[in-house]
Nanobody, 124 residues
Framework: QVQLVESGGGLVQAGGSLRLSCAAS????????MGWFRQAPGKEREFVAA????????GYADSVKGRFTISRDNAKKTVYLQMNSLRPEDTAVYYC?????????????????WGQGTQVTVSS
């Protein structure tokens, strides 16, 4: 089992920045890929970014490429999502997820472990 706890959400004006963190505990001795997803009101959960165990492979949704950066610090068992140039359409609950595989995936169904989510609100 892997437990995930997100933090860093909040209210920011359009064009601003936020950094989300996701702290992992439990079965963290295995290789696992981490992902960030988000869900806006009335919409389905969507993929944002993912990173493999070593951090040398990352993937992003087209909507956030060039604005968001995913990274990880395995010594701290923490994954980060740096979000720059935020837009009102980035408003959502952001979730951290983990899968015990070294392969990146943008499918939420392939991530068995999830955090509780953190709200990000971008005002225009």
């Amino acid at each position: 089992q892997v437990q995930l706890v997100e933090s860093g959400g909040g209210l920011v004006q359009a064009g601003g920045s936020l950094r989300l963190s996701c702290a992992a505990s439990g079965r963290t001795d295995s290789t696992y890929t981490m992902g960030w997803f988000r869900q806006a009101p009335g919409k389905e959960r969507e993929f944002v970014a993912a990173i493999n165990w070593s951090g040398d492979s990352t993937g992003y949704a087209d909507s956030v490429k060039g604005r968001f950066t995913i990274s990880r610090d395995n010594a701290k068992k923490t994954v980060y999502l740096q979000m720059n140039s935020l837009r009102p359409e980035d408003t959502a609950v952001y979730y951290c997820a983990a899968r015990l595989s070294g392969i990146l995936s943008d499918s939420s169904t392939l991530y068995p472990y999830w955090g509780q989510g953190t709200q990000v609100t971008v005002s225009s």
